[in-house]
């Protein structure tokens, strides 16, 4: 999203109010979900520009819904992902350091936001996700959902056969 702020510029306002989408055929600010998650609509920004006497701040917030799949006991998920993004707003030429993530640069009047936000967005989308923080998974023998009780596989601990060797050694030291 291109946002013009020559009026905050200027000092006719002193904020600037925007809501718009961001769709996945937008390749430039394309959303690359993680394996096994698919995104179901576009990511849905709002926020604001503020100038306090010179001081610019924006804050917007951007919510994308999706899809997946438990990484513990692979039920399907549906939820949605929330990310809160503030920055500084600086105009060109202002900072010593331009590449720095913590302010977004004004150039000739002009904020585009997307690019810091899908960046944003795709450091800071959880890489596995769960049904619920408690999930048991899945039996390892049986492959069962230990969400809804246990499955009736003997609970014996099977060793690595590799490491069968030591277990030897430990009953022998009793």
Do not use: H, W
Request: with cysteine.
């Amino acid at each position: 999203m291109v946002l013009d702020l020559s009026s905050l510029l200027s000092g006719k306002s002193s904020r600037l109010d925007f809501e718009y989408e961001i769709t996945q055929e937008d390749e430039e600010n394309a959303i690359l979900p993680p394996d096994d998650v698919s995104f179901t609509a576009p990511v849905r920004v709002k926020g604001y520009v503020t100038d306090n006497a010179g001081y610019m701040s924006l804050k917007a917030s951007a919510e994308i819904d999706y899809k997946s799949r438990c990484a513990r006991c692979l039920e399907d998920i549906f939820g949605t992902f929330i990310l809160e993004f503030n920055r500084t707003v600086a105009t060109l030429g202002t900072l010593q350091d331009e590449a720095n993530d913590e302010y977004v640069v004004v150039k000739n009047g002009i904020l585009d936001i997307d690019r810091e936000l899908v960046e944003d967005l795709m450091l800071e989308f959880p890489p596995k996700l769960l049904c619920k923080e408690e999930c048991a998974g899945l039996c390892p023998k049986c492959g069962k959902s230990l969400n809804f009780g246990e499955c009736g596989c003997p609970k014996k601990k099977e060793i690595d056969p590799r490491l069968a060797i030591l277990q030897k050694l430990l009953e022998n030291d009793e």
